[in-house]
């Protein structure tokens, strides 16, 4: 299976930072990457697809990069709203589907 | 829009079968374009993909679920269920069906279904 490496596990940051969360896979994975946002109670949200291509409805802000086995996904100017979890999630073909460990975006 | 509501049991007991149903609207589960996908959440922990399964009714398992795990699809209903037997307290979850356009990213998702294991 493709493992995921997310991290940090844990990021303290303020409104209007700028912050980068990196998700690392074991093996290529072209640009067959998602990430989801995840409040508490409530089902994950995608937000980026394609490894860069920005869901639609979700604020410019935040931006996705990266293809074989390294990812980013950044936020460019922190709002209240974007305190949350954070994972990123493989779908390589033929593959069974793994998520990274998750990232927990707090106000510092 | 294709929309997605879990159902089922909210207590189970320990060493019995734990039933889900993901009832599907926007779409038939039939339609071929899309495979059906169940993943869980325990409490304060990360997201785990349980399985999937095809209009074909061809199944990918999580290898470490699955000895115990099967997912099955109801066209007469447009649902698709899961079954997880021999559940312990480690089964304690929030239990989410998810949809996926085939070979790509899960979306939509279903709001959770939280099933607690306990006597």
């Known amino acids: 299976d493709i493992q995921m490496t997310q991290s940090p596990s844990t990021l303290s940051a303020s409104v209007g930072d700028r912050v980068t969360i990196t998700c690392r896979a074991s093996q290529s994975i072209s640009r067959r990457l998602a990430w989801y946002q995840q409040k508490p109670g409530k089902a994950p949200k995608l937000l980026i697809y394609?490894?860069?291509s920005l869901e639609s409805g979700v604020p410019s802000r935040f931006s996705g990069s990266g293809s074989g086995t390294e990812f980013t996904l950044t936020i460019s100017s922190l709002q209240p709203d974007d305190f949350a979890t954070y994972y990123c999630q493989q779908y390589n073909i033929y593959s069974p589907v793994t998520f990274g460990q998750g990232t927990k975006l707090e106000i510092k | 829009q294709v929309q997605l509501q879990e159902s089922g049991p909210g207590l189970v007991k320990p060493s019995q079968t734990l039933s889900l149903a993901c009832s599907v609207s926007?779409?038939?589960?039939?339609?071929?374009?899309?495979?059906w996908s169940w993943i869980r959440q325990p409490a304060g922990k990360g997201l785990e993909w349980i399985g999937r399964i095809y209009a074909s009714g061809s199944t990918d398992y999580n290898p470490s679920l699955e000895s115990r795990v099967t997912i099955s699809l109801d066209t007469s209903k447009n649902q698709f269920s899961l079954n997880l037997n021999s559940v312990t307290d480690a089964d304690t979850a929030l239990y989410y069906c998810a949809s996926a356009p085939l070979g790509t990213w899960l979306d939509p998702w279903g709001q959770g279904t939280l099933v607690t294991v306990s006597s």
């Open positions: 926007g779409d038939s589960i039939s339609s071929g374009n899309r495979y």
């Open positions: 394609a490894a860069s």
